[in-house]
């Protein structure tokens, strides 16, 4: 490859609409490299899709194009690498989606840069200028013998984290196309936190230790803004070393800094009275603060080390000192059900936060919590253009996905209502009154694009429903057979007590238990044979700690003579209780009111008491 002179970069939009697409913000990371670019005198330019599009002749211009991608906008990435390639420009990709799915991204790029880029990037141009060899290159994924040689993907290991951001220089938002003074700019003056919440990247990413820009360093870089109104601290946790915020917002007063701003922060920031009193007086506009859930069993489960109690004070004293607070929830943990969805909901009415967003738990790559629900078969789809968070993306436990959906939804219409738009207007906040009517437009523009996803996720649970109906002697099934003292007693109640609130009448199969375990099978057949004709539905044990084979497959195979009645084998989750999922289905078959099958579900649930685990 020849000498290179010129580098563009692309931060590609996503297509679907999202909570924050009217904010038009350029992640810092595209930014600094092409800072670090034009240090090292490269002719560069950066390409934010959400604040203007590409300009197509920059990119004909080009010798590399490099291309930063999050999950939501892999897809158009990999469209714009696409196009890149069949010009002859080669491509190089980094950002957080790219850097835990290296393999998936070298199938559309040449080179991948994971985690931090700004080492790796000026390495690989050495590489193709051919001072250094690829594999020499840590954080790099690349071909070997090129894209179309006959080598495989090579993914070289990861460099330690660089430890002082003051290595780097401030990002220039001047190389951005089409940013101007009117547009956010946004600081990162940290990197990494010291939390390690099981759905969150960030970690991953960036690591668990809190590396930070010296206080110098960010008052030079808040002083850039000066004729600016606003900043926003893009930081992942803006206030972890107290002290050292304290310390940066002093100086922004003392030196007359005096334009809003906002950050992200846990809520216990204002434990601390001293830090809360200089957030205001150094005009804090509004704090976005991850309190994810009111569910105290969902906070443990995604491991935020926050309690309930703690954020009603923090609601309170935010408050007090005028700042606003943007709630972030995460819906539909494996402790979620749609009443602790609306228990969230209210209570952030409740607690006047004054802007919320309700996201759905999505498992992005490079997360704990994604590593476990694939290991456990729960992910729905790997539809990238699914992943920012409006989407039911895995399979809940406790809530069907359309119910979590349709939760989500709903949880955004009642915060958004018009009387809690108008009560702000009438209080003489029109600020947060004009970002409430924002986000009801914004809701009701997701609803008309993705009513169908709506109704795709309803039909899922319907075409199952119409299956076991259609498999079942008749239309308005009534009988449950249940094959008596097969079921650990827990199981056998909770079965009992579910289809009577459905008005089913659950009779027993009576299955010969002495006797050799091979001929099971067959004794279970002439048990069935006897209820041919009474029975709608069987309840066969199928895998689970408790069956007796302890194997994959149902205890009883039922020859294809007798698959009359419909066949339900009994889905359990790995502690032993029974999956809410499957028993919508089934339920379903009985009413038509999930509702009702709910009601049943959380009643027999509460009968079930105690699990006596496993019969091994
Ligand atoms: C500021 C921010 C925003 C802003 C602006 C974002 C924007 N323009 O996309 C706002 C608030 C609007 C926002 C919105 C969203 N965000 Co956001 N956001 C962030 C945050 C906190 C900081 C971004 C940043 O400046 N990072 C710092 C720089 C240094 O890192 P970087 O940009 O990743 O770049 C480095 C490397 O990735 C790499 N690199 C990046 N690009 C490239 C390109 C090349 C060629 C190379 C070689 C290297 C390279 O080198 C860079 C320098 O080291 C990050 C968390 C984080 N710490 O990164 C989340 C984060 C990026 N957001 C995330 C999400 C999910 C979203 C939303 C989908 C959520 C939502 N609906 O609420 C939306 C979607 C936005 C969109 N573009 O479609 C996730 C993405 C996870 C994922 N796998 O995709 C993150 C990682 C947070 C998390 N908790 O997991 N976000
Ligand atoms: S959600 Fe926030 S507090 Fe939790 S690990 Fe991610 S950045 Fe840290």
Request: with cysteine; hydrophobic share 40%.
């Amino acid at each position: 490859m020849g000498p290179i002179r010129k580098i563009v970069l692309v931060e590609p939009r996503s297509e679907s609409p999202n909570i924050y697409s009217g904010i038009h913000i350029p992640r810092t990371g595209a930014v600094l490299l092409a800072t670090l670019l034009k240090q090292a005198a490269y002719e560069t330019k950066v390409f934010c899709e959400d604040i203007a599009p590409v300009d197509e002749a920059e990119i004909l211009s080009a010798d590399l194009i490099g291309i930063s991608a999050l999950t939501n906008t892999a897809r158009p990435a990999y469209e714009r690498a696409a196009k890149c390639r069949e010009l002859g420009i080669p491509v190089v990709m980094g950002g957080t989606h790219a850097t835990f799915m290296p393999e998936e991204a070298l199938g559309h790029t040449d080179f991948v840069v994971k985690g931090e880029g700004e080492a790796p990037l000026l390495e690989l141009l050495s590489a193709l200028e051919g001072r250094c060899d690829f594999a020499d290159i840590p954080n790099l994924s690349y071909w070997s013998g090129g894209r179309h040689g006959r080598g495989g993907r090579i993914h070289n290991p990861n460099r330690p984290f660089v430890p002082d951001l003051d290595a780097f220089p401030i990002p220039d938002f001047g190389l951005v196309h089409g940013w101007d003074k009117n547009c956010i700019a946004s600081i990162m003056t940290s990197r990494g936190c010291p939390y390690d919440c099981t759905f969150c990247s960030v970690t991953a990413m960036l690591g668990r230790g809190y590396r930070y820009s010296s206080e110098d360093r960010v008052i030079e870089e808040i002083r850039r803004y000066r004729e600016h109104d606003y900043i926003f601290f893009c930081d992942d946790n803006f206030a972890v070393n107290k002290k050292r915020t304290k310390s940066i917002l002093r100086r922004k007063i003392s030196e007359g800094l005096g334009m809003e701003w906002s950050a992200q922060v846990r809520a216990e920031v204002t434990d601390d009275a001293e830090l809360i009193a200089l957030m205001r007086d150094s005009n804090c506009f509004n704090v976005y603060i991850g309190f994810e859930s009111f569910n105290p069993k969902t906070l443990a489960l995604y491991n935020k080390r926050m309690d309930v109690d703690r954020i009603r004070r923090s609601m309170d004293i935010f408050h007090k000192h005028g700042v606003k607070v943007h709630g972030m929830f995460v819906l539909g943990s494996d402790a979620d059900d749609a009443e602790s969805v609306r228990t969230t909901v209210r209570l952030a009415k409740k607690l006047d936060i004054d802007t919320t967003q309700f996201m759905i738990l999505t498992p992005m790559p490079g997360t704990a919590m994604t590593r476990d629900l694939h290991a456990e078969g729960r992910i729905r789809t790997q539809d990238w253009d699914l992943f920012d968070g409006h989407y039911v993306t895995y399979e809940p436990r406790r809530i069907t996905p359309y119910e979590l959906q349709r939760e989500t939804v709903r949880a955004f219409r009642k915060f958004y209502s018009l009387p809690r738009i108008a009560s702000r207007l009438i209080r003489g906040d029109r600020w947060t009154a004009l970002l409430r009517a924002g986000a009801r437009q914004y809701l009701r523009m997701w609803y008309r694009q993705n009513k169908h996803h709506l109704d795709r996720l309803r039909e899922d649970i319907l075409t199952e429903v119409r299956r076991l109906t259609e498999a079942g002697r008749k239309k308005r099934p009534k009988y449950v057979a249940l094959p008596e003292g097969l079921l650990p007693s827990h199981l056998e109640r909770f079965v009992r007590r579910f289809f009577h609130r459905l008005g089913a009448k659950v009779i027993s199969l009576k299955i010969e238990m002495e006797g050799e375990m091979e001929d099971l099978a067959g004794r279970a057949a002439e048990a069935l044979s006897g209820l041919r004709h009474r029975a709608d539905l069987i309840i066969v044990p199928g895998s689970g700690p408790w069956t007796i084979a302890m194997s994959d497959k149902p205890l009883i195979e039922i020859p294809p003579k007798h698959s009359l009645p419909a066949l339900f084998s009994l889905p359990i989750e790995e502690d032993g209780t029974p999956n809410y999922l499957a028993f919508t289905r089934i339920g379903m078959v009985f009413t038509k009111k999930g509702a009702k099958v709910k009601r049943a579900f959380d009643a027999a649930l509460s009968d079930m008491g105690r699990i006596e685990l496993p019969l091994a």
